[in-house]
């Protein structure tokens, strides 16, 4: 049974919404009183995850790497709902595993691209009504990749530490403007994602967790709740570990 964070009246904005940790974020957002705006490039899954968490979710179809959509759907939200309270950034992708020295300039540009430039544009977006309204909460989805570097995954690493360091400073240009901004850095979670790893590279962040298995999304989604909540009111510039053990810093 899940504790009870009051998000009643809270509109949010969820990127990659339409599954996975995204989805879990939504339900476990709606289950909470928020409105729900899930943002991904699938239109199928989109129309799936609607109909499952009901009214309280609305969708869009958006590639995050194009700052003119963003843009243009951040207003489309404001425009409809008035407001924007919340905004996860779950949205990304491995981009296959590989040593650096194999691993294609296109293939790490993209990497880089989802994960650490979608994230800004969605806040170069949406922070300015934040700041208007003098309230916002965003959670950035990292990854304890983005702490240890993880090998056969330099992008992917190096994408998450870059959120972790955008997160960081973020914060700190908000911090006296109502506008509290956080990280979360999962070790690695069974989604759709894991079609894009290697069974090795699997295996070995498996062996890396102490407690001996992944987190589940509901896990990180909890977690996501209470970081985009109004209880969380001191806590800015953080990254909270979701790693079964494994993070040592």
């Not at 896990?219 to 570990?241: H, K, N, P, Q, R």
Request: proline share 3%; net charge neutral.
């Amino acid at each position: 049974m899940s504790n009870q964070i009051d998000l009643s009246g809270r509109v949010a904005v969820i990127t990659g919404g339409a599954q996975g940790i995204g989805f879990a974020v939504a339900q476990r957002f709606a289950a909470s009183g928020a409105k729900v705006v899930l943002w991904d490039i699938d239109e199928a899954l989109l129309a799936k995850a609607k109909t499952t968490i009901g009214a309280a979710a609305s969708t869009a179809r958006v590639e995050l790497t194009d700052a003119q959509l963003v843009a243009q759907a951040a207003a489309a939200v404001l425009a409809t709902q008035g407001r924007i309270d919340i905004l996860v950034n779950n949205a990304g992708i491995t981009g296959g595993n590989g040593p650096t020295w194999e691993l294609t300039p296109e293939t790490w540009r993209r990497t880089v691209e989802v994960n650490l430039v979608a994230p800004y544009l969605t806040c170069h977006a949406i922070v300015p009504a934040m700041l208007k309204q003098g309230y916002g909460r965003i959670v950035n989805v990292a990854s304890v990749a983005g702490k240890e570097g993880n090998p056969n995954a330099s992008h992917y690493s190096a994408s998450k530490a870059g959120l972790i360091a955008l997160t960081k400073s973020l914060a700190k240009e908000t911090a006296q403007k109502g506008v509290i901004v956080n990280a979360v850095a999962p070790a690695a979670a069974r989604t759709a994602i894991f079609d894009q790893m290697t069974q090795q590279h699997i295996d070995y962040m498996l062996s890396k967790i102490p407690m001996g298995r992944f987190v589940e999304p509901h896990e990180i989604a909890a977690a996501i709740a209470w970081l985009s909540s109004e209880d969380c009111s001191f806590t800015t510039g953080s990254v909270l570990d979701l790693s079964g053990g494994r993070a040592t810093y």
